[in-house]
């Protein structure tokens, strides 16, 4: 591990006095970036603690938002009241991930910044574009069972490995960040990047930019939310397939449907195609399966993971069906 000046911030102004660089990284819950450090995938000469931040609450707004503070440990977020009755799938999909002694350290704004487990990413022995733009993509044409169907290029196949982020992407969450210029708002669905040319830039989070909060708008009445994952072992571990669902359910007929997936995809994957296949159609499950076939439709499959096209389809089959059950 390369050695590093260590700082602590205990306000947000004090974080953005920060000079901004690619060199410069803060620290909270640790369960990526350290992880990284050890294995020489990432090298700040600086790291800025940002564990004292006041950003650990998590509060309904006059507009009937939740506003979750950056900060929030993931476990706290998981059990909180409010996400519990209102967000279930906020909760399903945080208690799914890791565990508890990492849910008990992980941020929400981490979470929202985790890095891909592909392996060669995480072994510097392999060129990786992510790490080093140009070096190539040893996964392309190697073993790729884990890597992503949705939104690759000939550059990047990596997964987007959160589940937090799959469940607030179908809760349509707005990211709020403070840096140099100010404060801006950034809808969950605009915040990642498809990996194209350039793998290296993941989201739109630039050198000295701050995550201090995510909102949550609220819900219709009556909608119901589900998460549901598929993976190789039961706990601890990553998905394959993972599907997050938001509806609201009359007379048998799905309306607000949202639709996210995780595992399959180069971020996590909001289906407007599958949520137009069911906005307004009956809850069937030949309507379940259509929509799940259009989820999919644009898969590409690489070598080892052709599997991941129909586990991913009957994972949001299966939550579909959850979903609706006894509506
Ligand atoms: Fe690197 Fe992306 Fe290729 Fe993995 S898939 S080796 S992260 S460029």
């Given at each position: 591990?390369?050695?590093?000046?260590?700082?602590r911030?205990?306000?947000?102004?004090?974080?953005?006095?920060?000079?901004?660089?690619?060199?410069?990284?803060?620290?909270?819950?640790?369960?990526?970036?350290?992880?990284?450090?050890?294995?020489?995938?990432?090298?700040?000469?600086?790291?800025?603690?940002?564990?004292?931040?006041?950003?650990?609450?998590?509060?309904?707004?006059?507009?009937?938002?939740?506003r979750?503070?950056?900060?929030?440990?993931?476990?706290?977020?998981?059990h909180?009241?409010?996400?519990?009755?209102?967000?279930?799938?906020?909760?399903?999909?945080?208690?799914?991930?890791?565990?508890?002694?990492?849910?008990?350290?992980?941020?929400?704004g981490?979470?929202?910044?985790?890095?891909?487990?592909?392996?060669y990413?995480?072994?510097?022995?392999?060129?990786?574009?992510?790490?080093?733009?140009?070096?190539?993509?040893?996964?392309?044409?190697?073993?790729?069972?884990?890597?992503?169907?949705l939104?690759?290029?000939?550059?990047?196949?990596?997964?987007?490995?959160?589940?937090?982020?799959?469940?607030?992407?179908?809760l349509e969450?707005?990211?709020?960040?403070?840096?140099?210029?100010?404060?801006?708002?950034?809808?969950?669905?605009?915040?990642?990047?498809v990996?194209?040319?350039?793998?290296?830039?993941e989201?739109?989070?630039?050198?000295?930019?701050?995550?201090?909060?995510v909102?949550?708008?609220p819900?219709?009445?009556?909608?119901?939310?589900?998460?549901?994952k598929?993976?190789?072992?039961?706990?601890?571990?990553?998905?394959?397939?993972?599907?997050?669902?938001?509806?609201?359910?009359?007379?048998?007929?799905?309306?607000?449907?949202?639709?996210?997936?995780?595992?399959?995809?180069?971020?996590?994957?909001?289906?407007?195609?599958?949520?137009?296949?069911?906005?307004?159609?009956?809850?069937?499950d030949?309507?379940?399966?259509?929509?799940?076939?259009?989820?999919?439709?644009?898969?590409?499959?690489?070598?080892?993971?052709?599997?991941?096209?129909?586990?991913?389809?009957?994972?949001?089959?299966?939550?579909?069906?959850?979903?609706?059950?006894?509506?």
């Amino acid at each position: 591990m390369r050695t590093f000046d260590y700082t602590r911030a205990d306000n947000v102004d004090a974080v953005l006095r920060v000079n901004p660089s690619p060199e410069t990284k803060f620290v909270a819950g640790g369960t990526t970036l350290i992880d990284l450090m050890k294995l020489n995938v990432e090298t700040p000469s600086r790291l800025v603690d940002i564990n004292p931040l006041p950003l650990t609450n998590i509060e309904k707004t006059s507009d009937g938002a939740l506003r979750i503070g950056a900060m929030v440990r993931n476990s706290d977020l998981a059990h909180d009241a409010q996400v519990q009755q209102q967000y279930a799938v906020l909760s399903q999909a945080l208690l799914s991930g890791a565990s508890p002694q990492l849910r008990n350290m992980a941020t929400t704004g981490g979470n929202l910044l985790q890095r891909t487990r592909c392996y060669y990413f995480r072994d510097t022995a392999y060129p990786c574009n992510k790490r080093k733009p140009g070096s190539g993509c040893p996964a392309i044409g190697g073993f790729n069972r884990i890597h992503a169907i949705l939104g690759g290029s000939e550059d990047c196949i990596a997964t987007n490995p959160s589940d937090m982020a799959v469940a607030m992407m179908a809760l349509e969450a707005t990211v709020h960040i403070r840096g140099a210029t100010g404060e801006r708002s950034v809808p969950l669905i605009e915040f990642y990047f498809v990996p194209g040319s350039t793998p290296n830039r993941e989201t739109v989070v630039g050198p000295g930019d701050l995550i201090t909060y995510v909102t949550l708008p609220p819900l219709p009445n009556g909608a119901r939310s589900y998460y549901l994952k598929r993976r190789d072992r039961s706990s601890y571990e990553f998905a394959l397939a993972s599907a997050a669902v938001v509806a609201v359910v009359q007379g048998g007929r799905m309306q607000h449907v949202r639709v996210a997936m995780g595992g399959v995809g180069t971020k996590p994957w909001r289906s407007k195609e599958a949520e137009q296949a069911l906005e307004g159609r009956q809850a069937s499950d030949a309507n379940f399966r259509a929509a799940a076939d259009a989820a999919l439709r644009d898969a590409k499959p690489q070598r080892y993971n052709g599997f991941k096209v129909e586990l991913a389809k009957r994972t949001l089959t299966r939550a579909l069906q959850t979903l609706t059950q006894n509506a």
